[in-house]
């Protein structure tokens, strides 16, 4: 069983965040150190530690982060110009919170993805 971050508390409401938008499978809310002008995440509601966890059940609140994270650009006003979604994945990927989640990041231009060498 994999251990709860701090995200599983955000997601019930235990801990105070700025939550975006919730339903039955995903929860969105801003980083708290925040990358962009707008950067928020978005998170299923079910604890998913890294993409390498992720089964063909979780597909449907996965792809409703996509759908989710479509919705936030929209309404944030950064979908004409564009943004970046990200999700890292372990120690390589620089993830830091083992609650798979996505980024969405924009509000300035992000520019192409470079290697980090
Ligand atoms: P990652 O490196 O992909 O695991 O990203 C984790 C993200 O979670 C970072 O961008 C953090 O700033 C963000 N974060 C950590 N704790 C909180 C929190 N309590 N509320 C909102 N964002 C958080």
Request: proline residues 5%.
């Amino acid at each position: 069983m994999a251990e709860e971050t701090i995200f599983s508390k955000i997601i019930r409401r235990e801990i105070p965040a700025d939550i975006l938008y919730q339903d039955d499978l995903v929860t969105a809310f801003c980083d708290i150190a925040p990358k962009a002008p707008t950067h928020i995440l978005i998170v299923p509601n079910h604890l998913i530690p890294t993409v390498n966890d992720v089964k063909s059940s979780d597909e449907k609140a996965l792809g409703r982060m996509i759908t989710v994270a479509a919705k936030l650009a929209d309404e944030a006003g950064i979908a004409d110009d564009g943004y970046r979604l990200v999700i890292n994945c372990n120690k390589h990927g620089g993830q830091e919170v083992y609650h798979i989640h996505m980024h969405l990041l924009g509000g300035q231009y992000i520019g192409p993805l470079v290697a980090s060498r």
